[in-house]
Protein backbone atom coordinates (compact mmCIF):
# COMPACT_ATOMS: atom_id res chain seq x y z
CA UNK A 1 0.00 0.00 0.00
CA UNK A 2 2.56 2.18 1.01
CA UNK A 3 4.71 1.88 -2.30
CA UNK A 4 1.47 1.89 -4.30
CA UNK A 5 1.23 5.76 -2.26
CA UNK A 6 4.58 6.66 -2.84
CA UNK A 7 4.84 6.00 -6.56
CA UNK A 8 0.79 8.18 -6.97
CA UNK A 9 3.27 11.01 -5.30
CA UNK A 10 6.00 10.51 -7.61
CA UNK A 11 3.44 10.32 -10.59
CA UNK A 12 1.29 13.51 -9.54
CA UNK A 13 4.65 15.63 -8.55
CA UNK A 14 5.93 14.88 -12.36
CA UNK A 15 2.61 15.99 -13.47
CA UNK A 16 2.15 19.36 -11.36
CA UNK A 17 6.01 19.93 -12.20
CA UNK A 18 5.45 19.63 -16.14
CA UNK A 19 2.45 21.72 -16.22
CA UNK A 20 4.22 24.10 -14.15
CA UNK A 21 7.27 24.22 -16.79
CA UNK A 22 4.63 24.27 -19.65
CA UNK A 23 2.84 27.00 -18.25
CA UNK A 24 5.99 29.43 -17.42
CA UNK A 25 6.56 30.98 -21.12
CA UNK A 26 2.79 32.15 -20.83
CA UNK A 27 3.19 33.93 -17.03
CA UNK A 28 6.09 34.99 -18.29
CA UNK A 29 4.81 36.81 -21.60
CA UNK A 30 2.06 38.07 -19.84
CA UNK A 31 4.61 39.65 -17.06
CA UNK A 32 6.98 40.93 -19.73
CA UNK A 33 3.47 42.69 -21.38
CA UNK A 34 3.22 44.91 -18.31
CA UNK A 35 6.57 46.02 -18.19
CA UNK A 36 9.12 48.23 -19.68
CA UNK A 37 11.69 47.43 -22.12
CA UNK A 38 14.52 48.35 -19.39
CA UNK A 39 13.03 45.58 -16.83
CA UNK A 40 12.97 43.02 -19.29
CA UNK A 41 16.93 43.10 -19.34
CA UNK A 42 17.22 43.75 -15.58
CA UNK A 43 18.89 40.77 -13.77
CA UNK A 44 17.82 39.09 -12.15
CA UNK A 45 14.34 39.34 -14.31
CA UNK A 46 11.28 40.67 -13.09
CA UNK A 47 8.89 37.91 -12.01
CA UNK A 48 5.92 40.04 -11.12
CA UNK A 49 3.66 41.98 -12.65
CA UNK A 50 4.38 46.15 -13.44
CA UNK A 51 1.77 48.44 -14.23
CA UNK A 52 2.46 49.14 -17.85
CA UNK A 53 0.23 46.78 -19.94
CA UNK A 54 -2.27 49.41 -20.75
CA UNK A 55 0.10 52.08 -21.42
CA UNK A 56 1.98 49.02 -23.92
CA UNK A 57 -1.51 47.98 -25.21
CA UNK A 58 -2.31 51.62 -26.33
CA UNK A 59 0.93 51.77 -27.78
CA UNK A 60 0.16 49.29 -30.20
CA UNK A 61 -2.99 50.10 -31.26
CA UNK A 62 -1.65 53.44 -31.88
CA UNK A 63 1.27 51.90 -33.90
CA UNK A 64 -0.95 48.94 -36.28
CA UNK A 65 -4.55 48.38 -37.01
CA UNK A 66 -4.36 45.89 -34.63
CA UNK A 67 -8.00 44.66 -35.02
CA UNK A 68 -8.47 45.18 -39.01
CA UNK A 69 -5.65 42.44 -38.60
CA UNK A 70 -7.15 40.57 -36.35
CA UNK A 71 -10.60 40.45 -38.18
CA UNK A 72 -8.41 39.67 -41.13
CA UNK A 73 -6.47 36.69 -39.30
CA UNK A 74 -10.30 35.27 -38.01
CA UNK A 75 -11.49 35.50 -41.16
CA UNK A 76 -9.29 33.62 -43.07
CA UNK A 77 -8.37 30.84 -40.10
CA UNK A 78 -12.08 30.22 -39.95
CA UNK A 79 -12.65 29.86 -43.63
CA UNK A 80 -9.49 27.56 -44.29
CA UNK A 81 -10.48 26.06 -40.67
CA UNK A 82 -14.05 25.04 -42.44
CA UNK A 83 -12.64 23.86 -45.80
CA UNK A 84 -10.37 21.64 -44.57
CA UNK A 85 -12.29 19.88 -41.72
CA UNK A 86 -14.78 19.29 -45.14
CA UNK A 87 -12.56 18.54 -47.46
CA UNK A 88 -10.46 16.34 -45.34
CA UNK A 89 -12.50 14.48 -43.94
CA UNK A 90 -14.35 13.76 -46.99
CA UNK A 91 -10.80 12.29 -48.37
CA UNK A 92 -10.06 10.78 -45.64
CA UNK A 93 -13.42 9.21 -44.79
CA UNK A 94 -13.06 7.53 -48.55
CA UNK A 95 -9.67 6.35 -47.79
CA UNK A 96 -10.80 4.21 -44.90
CA UNK A 97 -13.52 2.74 -45.65
CA UNK A 98 -13.58 2.47 -49.79
CA UNK A 99 -12.39 0.34 -52.41
CA UNK A 100 -11.81 2.25 -55.65
CA UNK A 101 -8.77 1.80 -58.07
CA UNK A 102 -5.58 3.12 -57.04
CA UNK A 103 -6.15 3.87 -53.67
CA UNK A 104 -2.93 2.50 -51.90
CA UNK A 105 -0.81 3.97 -54.19
CA UNK A 106 -2.93 7.41 -53.88
CA UNK A 107 -2.67 7.08 -50.19
CA UNK A 108 1.24 6.37 -50.40
CA UNK A 109 1.44 9.45 -52.96
CA UNK A 110 -0.39 11.46 -50.08
CA UNK A 111 2.16 10.28 -47.53
CA UNK A 112 5.06 10.95 -49.85
CA UNK A 113 3.43 14.75 -50.02
CA UNK A 114 3.99 15.34 -46.07
CA UNK A 115 7.68 14.20 -46.13
CA UNK A 116 8.19 17.45 -48.47
CA UNK A 117 9.24 20.81 -46.53
CA UNK A 118 6.78 23.22 -47.02
CA UNK A 119 9.15 25.97 -47.84
CA UNK A 120 10.42 23.88 -51.38
CA UNK A 121 6.51 24.95 -52.57
CA UNK A 122 6.50 28.58 -51.76
CA UNK A 123 8.21 29.64 -55.10
CA UNK A 124 6.02 27.76 -57.48
CA UNK A 125 2.48 28.61 -55.00
CA UNK A 126 3.81 32.43 -55.85
CA UNK A 127 4.25 31.51 -59.51
CA UNK A 128 0.46 29.67 -59.68
CA UNK A 129 -0.97 32.66 -57.67
CA UNK A 130 0.12 35.37 -59.85
CA UNK A 131 -0.87 33.41 -62.48
CA UNK A 132 -4.48 33.25 -61.53
CA UNK A 133 -4.22 37.25 -60.54
CA UNK A 134 -4.86 36.07 -56.60
CA UNK A 135 -1.82 37.87 -55.01
CA UNK A 136 -2.79 40.63 -52.77
CA UNK A 137 -6.00 38.50 -52.25
CA UNK A 138 -7.44 36.41 -49.62
CA UNK A 139 -7.95 33.94 -52.16
CA UNK A 140 -4.10 33.25 -51.60
CA UNK A 141 -4.07 32.46 -48.36
CA UNK A 142 -7.26 30.20 -48.79
CA UNK A 143 -7.48 28.55 -51.44
CA UNK A 144 -4.23 26.41 -51.27
CA UNK A 145 -4.32 25.65 -47.49
CA UNK A 146 -8.14 24.41 -48.06
CA UNK A 147 -6.76 21.01 -48.28
CA UNK A 148 -3.82 18.93 -46.10
CA UNK A 149 -2.18 15.57 -46.28
CA UNK A 150 -1.94 15.63 -42.62
CA UNK A 151 -5.83 16.21 -42.10
CA UNK A 152 -6.53 13.73 -45.22
CA UNK A 153 -4.07 11.06 -42.70
CA UNK A 154 -5.39 11.73 -39.69
CA UNK A 155 -9.25 11.02 -40.81
CA UNK A 156 -8.16 8.22 -42.23
CA UNK A 157 -6.77 6.58 -39.23
CA UNK A 158 -9.46 7.59 -36.94
CA UNK A 159 -11.96 6.64 -39.43
CA UNK A 160 -10.24 3.37 -39.69
CA UNK A 161 -10.34 2.04 -35.91
CA UNK A 162 -14.02 4.21 -35.14
CA UNK A 163 -16.45 3.56 -37.63
CA UNK A 164 -17.56 -0.25 -37.74
CA UNK A 165 -18.09 -1.42 -41.13
CA UNK A 166 -21.16 -3.40 -39.89
CA UNK A 167 -22.87 0.27 -39.03
CA UNK A 168 -21.73 1.64 -42.83
CA UNK A 169 -23.13 -1.65 -44.15
CA UNK A 170 -26.59 -1.28 -42.24
CA UNK A 171 -27.16 2.85 -43.85
CA UNK A 172 -26.20 1.36 -47.61
CA UNK A 173 -29.43 -1.49 -46.84
CA UNK A 174 -31.20 1.39 -45.85
CA UNK A 175 -30.58 3.25 -49.22
CA UNK A 176 -27.82 5.63 -48.15
CA UNK A 177 -25.51 6.92 -50.62
CA UNK A 178 -21.62 8.44 -50.36
CA UNK A 179 -22.24 11.35 -48.85
CA UNK A 180 -25.58 10.46 -46.65
CA UNK A 181 -23.33 7.42 -45.17
CA UNK A 182 -20.56 10.64 -44.99
CA UNK A 183 -23.05 12.86 -42.90
CA UNK A 184 -25.08 10.98 -40.99
CA UNK A 185 -23.02 8.24 -39.80
CA UNK A 186 -19.00 9.05 -40.21
CA UNK A 187 -19.53 12.94 -39.00
CA UNK A 188 -20.98 12.20 -35.16
CA UNK A 189 -18.71 9.69 -35.20
CA UNK A 190 -15.53 11.69 -36.29
CA UNK A 191 -15.95 14.39 -33.45
CA UNK A 192 -12.90 13.92 -31.44
CA UNK A 193 -11.16 14.01 -34.67
CA UNK A 194 -12.75 16.79 -36.35
CA UNK A 195 -11.93 18.64 -32.64
CA UNK A 196 -8.73 18.13 -32.93
CA UNK A 197 -8.22 18.76 -36.78
CA UNK A 198 -9.92 22.07 -36.08
CA UNK A 199 -7.22 23.26 -33.33
CA UNK A 200 -4.62 22.09 -35.18
CA UNK A 201 -5.31 23.61 -38.54
CA UNK A 202 -6.82 26.70 -37.04
CA UNK A 203 -3.84 27.80 -34.88
CA UNK A 204 -1.77 26.92 -38.07
CA UNK A 205 -3.15 29.44 -39.93
CA UNK A 206 -3.36 31.83 -36.93
CA UNK A 207 0.14 31.62 -36.71
CA UNK A 208 1.40 31.51 -40.21
CA UNK A 209 4.01 34.31 -40.92
CA UNK A 210 5.95 33.16 -44.23
CA UNK A 211 2.89 32.49 -46.75
CA UNK A 212 1.06 35.78 -46.01
CA UNK A 213 4.21 37.96 -45.79
CA UNK A 214 4.68 36.98 -49.60
CA UNK A 215 1.37 36.98 -50.87
CA UNK A 216 -0.24 40.20 -49.35
CA UNK A 217 0.23 43.48 -50.44
CA UNK A 218 -2.19 45.82 -49.17
CA UNK A 219 -1.46 46.79 -45.38
CA UNK A 220 -5.42 46.49 -45.21
CA UNK A 221 -5.78 42.82 -45.55
CA UNK A 222 -2.61 41.84 -43.42
CA UNK A 223 -2.91 39.42 -41.19
CA UNK A 224 -1.79 39.87 -37.39
CA UNK A 225 1.85 38.40 -37.99
CA UNK A 226 2.29 40.63 -40.59
CA UNK A 227 1.05 43.42 -38.83
CA UNK A 228 3.12 42.64 -35.50
CA UNK A 229 6.07 42.07 -37.42
CA UNK A 230 5.54 46.03 -38.26
CA UNK A 231 6.35 46.69 -34.45
CA UNK A 232 10.04 46.08 -34.69
CA UNK A 233 11.85 49.16 -35.27
CA UNK A 234 14.57 49.81 -37.90
CA UNK A 235 17.45 50.28 -34.98
CA UNK A 236 15.70 49.70 -32.23
CA UNK A 237 12.70 48.02 -30.46
CA UNK A 238 10.53 48.39 -28.06
CA UNK A 239 10.33 44.73 -26.89
CA UNK A 240 7.44 45.57 -24.00
CA UNK A 241 5.17 46.76 -26.56
CA UNK A 242 6.04 44.01 -28.90
CA UNK A 243 5.10 41.34 -26.08
CA UNK A 244 1.72 43.18 -25.17
CA UNK A 245 0.81 42.77 -29.00
CA UNK A 246 1.84 39.31 -29.08
CA UNK A 247 -0.27 39.06 -25.78
CA UNK A 248 -3.24 40.24 -27.65
CA UNK A 249 -2.53 37.51 -30.43
CA UNK A 250 -2.37 34.63 -28.15
CA UNK A 251 -5.25 35.25 -25.77
CA UNK A 252 -7.66 34.13 -28.57
CA UNK A 253 -5.81 30.79 -29.45
CA UNK A 254 -6.40 30.05 -25.59
CA UNK A 255 -9.66 31.04 -25.33
CA UNK A 256 -10.27 28.78 -28.28
CA UNK A 257 -7.87 25.63 -27.28
CA UNK A 258 -9.63 25.60 -23.74
CA UNK A 259 -13.13 25.03 -25.30
CA UNK A 260 -12.33 22.83 -28.06
CA UNK A 261 -10.14 20.90 -25.25
CA UNK A 262 -13.29 20.67 -23.33
CA UNK A 263 -15.05 19.05 -26.37
CA UNK A 264 -12.38 17.09 -27.27
CA UNK A 265 -12.37 15.29 -23.38
CA UNK A 266 -16.16 15.36 -23.24
CA UNK A 267 -16.68 13.46 -26.57
CA UNK A 268 -13.63 10.95 -25.90
CA UNK A 269 -15.58 10.25 -22.40
CA UNK A 270 -18.78 9.59 -24.49
CA UNK A 271 -17.91 7.12 -26.67
CA UNK A 272 -15.86 5.56 -23.87
CA UNK A 273 -19.35 5.15 -22.37
CA UNK A 274 -20.73 3.71 -25.41
CA UNK A 275 -18.25 1.42 -25.73
Known amino acids: MASKHLKSLVLYTGLIGGMLISMFPFYWLIVMSTRTTSDIYKFPPQLWFGGELWNNITRVLQQIDFWGAFLNTLFVSGVVTILVLFFDSLAGFAFAKFEFPGKKWLFVLLLATMMVPSQLSLVPS ?34 TESIPNDLLDAGRIDGCNFFRLYWNVA ?77 FISDIAAGAVKD
Do not use: C, E, H
Open 126 to 159: FVLMATFGWVGSFKALIIPGMVNAFGIFWIRQYA
Open 187 to 263: LPILRPAFAFLGAFTFIGVWNDYLWPLIVLTDARKYTLQIALSQLNGLYNTDYAMVIAGTLLAVLPLIIMFLFISRQ
